[in-house]
């Protein structure tokens, strides 16, 4: 290790001598700027990373031997008219490149700044997906875009077989953008978002109790909240109160949860009450010894400053940050080029105006910079830190937390590569990719309520009517309908399969059955399935025969009884005899079959005397023959004794 430090090392005096013969000088000092809110969740960590960083890099003498790294911070506080005027202020300071901003409202506003400047915007923070390389050439994304944050979202949705989400957001860029993603990402997995509850930014207690009591009026009880998180922790507090935190509801939570969380510590016990059985994103950062000594590190210095928050995975995002465009800038200057500003005709002090805008200045090796910046492929605390052709990071991969007791416990991962997975995506980068259905997994959730049991997703909304069930009351046939005293004491086979089928559903359907007919006699069934036709009733259950006359008018369910022809008679006990071949006809019927065999023997006795010998001889045989002919034909035919028939 220490040979290769040290042969790094001599490439880099080797290229720094072969600058100097060639008459170029390298700067003593390279300033760059950094915007974010220094009181914030996210600024607090990434003030100290920033720092540490930058020492850092003075510290290693392989990456700008002989130039010092210069950090200008500017705090935006929050605001994003104030971070306009720190980010023009810090533009006036010839810094070649700009780690931040934090904001993504504030990124939308310095990334036309930047573009006119030739300046690099480098952001750690601002995870609006719209903030696209295609509107924006100078502007790159050090952290994961909220683009593959709400895939991820979308994937969990669908892994739970959910269809409907309310979606709770901040009503900035933010916010809006990472919700307009994940209408996309659920449409492509056949979900939906069904209702968008925006809360304002900088919105009072009363204003968030409106939005999260209208979206409890929803049918949906899966909701995905992405906020602020300085402000976050009090929606939770207001839905604990309108009982929204209990059984049969879930909480789907962006990353900005999981920095809270990291950064303070021990939670609250009574904070953490509200936030038992939530999923949360955390960006995964993979596990390694400079990590880990990092965290020691920053721990450190955070305790001697009298730093009270903790580390979060946005302060080390904000950690390569600097690496990433110390290694930048050291490339551009070993390439022999030099740092030089110009004026911009176009910006000028006007008469009368305070404002100096002469004093932005273009950044000549802008675009040169911006291309060794797209160029890099280093491993820092948050793994390998490559860009795409979209200026994305080519790993984006989140852990997913399950909130529980005074912590939170990892029951998943999830990574474009192979979508939702129990093992880290440094295993699965080993592997070829699978995103099929089958291997998707996830450890078991212990949901809002302490409850493991798979909340369905959604309820009959506060606000619906209940459905109208008709039901015949009639006097005949009880046991298929029968109607008792109250509104709803109805009962019955056909009743039963009706309340069978509702508790089927995914969701609860209340009803209310409306009785139709005085009981004394039965209603007329052609006027109850006409009343669901005209929307008087919404269902109807009894025994209704299938008739094509009614098919025109309502839909029916499958037969659920055979009505098919039957015999109905008595049972009794039947006495088996040698005469018991009599008992199918009465006396009546065999006297008439019998008269029926003699006329037939008659008539063929006619047909056949005169030319058949059988049929001719002393009348006592004639009459013999007859009877015997007669009874004979049950048995077998007589072609062969008849001549005149045959």
Same mark, same amino acid.
Request: one cysteine or more.
């Given at each position: ?84 005027? $720190? ?47 295609? $509107? ?15 895939? =991820? ?65 929803? $049918? ?23 009982? #929204? #935190? ?31 059985? %939530? ?75 305070? %404002? ?32 795409? =052709? ?132 039965? /209603? ?12 008087? %009733? ?20 499958? /037969? ?17 005899? =040698? ?8 006396? $009546? #019927? ?57």
């Amino acid at each position: 290790m220490g040979a290769g430090r040290l042969l790094v090392l001599c490439l880099a005096l080797c290229a720094a001598a072969a600058a100097a013969q060639r008459g170029i000088r390298r700067p003593r000092t390279v300033s760059v700027g950094a915007l974010f809110t220094y009181e914030s969740t996210i600024g607090r960590a990434a003030r100290l990373a920033i720092e540490l960083a930058v020492d850092d890099v003075n510290a290693d003498r392989t990456v700008l031997a002989g130039t010092t790294l210069n950090l200008i911070s500017q705090d935006t506080n929050c605001s994003g008219f104030l971070g306009t005027i $720190e980010a023009l202020q810090l533009m006036e300071k010839n810094v070649v490149a700009v780690i931040g901003p934090q904001s993504s409202g504030i990124g939308h506003v310095i990334s036309h700044v930047v573009n006119e400047l030739h300046v690099p915007l480098l952001s750690f923070a601002a995870t609006d997906p719209t903030l696209s390389a295609s $509107e924006y050439p100078y502007f790159l994304r050090s952290t994961i875009s909220d683009y593959f944050q709400m895939h =991820a979202v979308a994937s969990i949705i669908d892994y739970f077989q959910w269809k409907e989400v309310t979606a709770i957001f901040v009503d900035d860029d933010y916010g809006r953008g990472g919700v307009s993603v994940l209408g996309d990402a659920l449409g492509a997995k056949r979900a939906r978002i069904s209702h968008k509850a925006a809360i304002p930014p900088n919105s009072d207690t009363d204003l968030i109790n409106d939005v999260l009591f209208r979206a409890n009026m929803m $049918e949906s009880r899966v909701f995905v909240v992405h906020v602020n998180p300085d402000a976050g922790m009090r929606i939770f507090a207001i839905a604990n109160k309108l009982q #929204m #935190m209990g059984t049969g509801y879930v909480w789907i939570v962006t990353d900005w949860l999981a920095a809270v969380l990291d950064s303070s510590g021990p939670g609250d016990p009574k904070a953490m009450s509200y936030i038992q059985g %939530l999923i949360v994103l955390r960006q995964h950062t993979p596990d390694s010894d400079a990590k880990r000594k990092f965290v020691a590190k920053w721990n450190n210095a955070a305790n001697n400053r009298s730093i009270a928050s903790g580390m979060n995975s946005y302060g080390f995002y904000a950690y390569d940050s600097v690496w990433v465009v110390a290694r930048a800038i050291n490339e551009y200057l070993n390439s022999g080029q030099q740092i030089t500003f110009s004026a911009d005709p176009r910006l000028h002090n006007s008469n009368g105006s305070s %404002l100096r805008l002469s004093k932005l200045k273009i950044f000549d090796g802008g675009d040169q910079l911006l291309q060794q910046l797209l160029l890099t492929n280093m491993t820092g605390l948050t793994g390998l830190v490559q860009f795409n =052709a979209d200026r994305n990071l080519v790993r984006p991969a989140y852990d997913i937390l399950n909130v529980g007791g005074t912590g939170s416990r990892l029951i998943g991962h999830w990574s474009n590569y192979s979508g939702l997975s129990v093992s880290s995506p440094e295993i699965l980068y080993r592997k070829p990719p699978n995103t099929s259905t089958s291997a998707q997994q996830l450890h078991s959730v212990v949901w809002p309520g302490d409850t493991t049991t798979k909340p369905r997703g959604w309820v009959f909304p506060n606000n619906g009517q209940p459905l109208r069930v008709g039901v015949p009351n009639k006097p005949s046939f009880r046991e298929l309908v029968s109607v008792g005293k109250g509104p709803d004491n109805v009962t019955g086979y056909s009743v039963d399969i009706f309340n069978a089928a509702i508790k089927l559903l995914p969701y609860p359907v209340p009803c209310q059955f409306i009785t139709i007919g005085d009981g004394s006699k039965n /209603p007329n069934y052609d006027d109850i399935i006409s009343r669901i036709a005209t929307n008087a %009733l919404d269902a109807a259950v009894g025994d209704f025969a299938i008739v094509r006359n009614r098919t025109k008018i309502a839909e029916f369910t499958q /037969p659920y009884i055979e009505a098919g022809l039957v015999i109905v008679a008595p049972v009794r006990k039947a006495n088996s005899n =040698a005469w018991a071949f009599f008992k199918p006809f009465t006396l $009546e #019927m065999w006297c008439v079959t019998g008269t029926l065999f003699i006329f037939v023997g008659v008539v063929v006795w006619i047909l056949e005397h005169r030319s058949n010998e059988e049929f001719r001889g002393s009348p006592r045989r004639q009459i013999l023959t007859i009877f015997w002919f007669s009874f004979s034909t049950m048995f077998f035919a007589h072609s062969k004794f008849t001549k005149c028939i045959t």
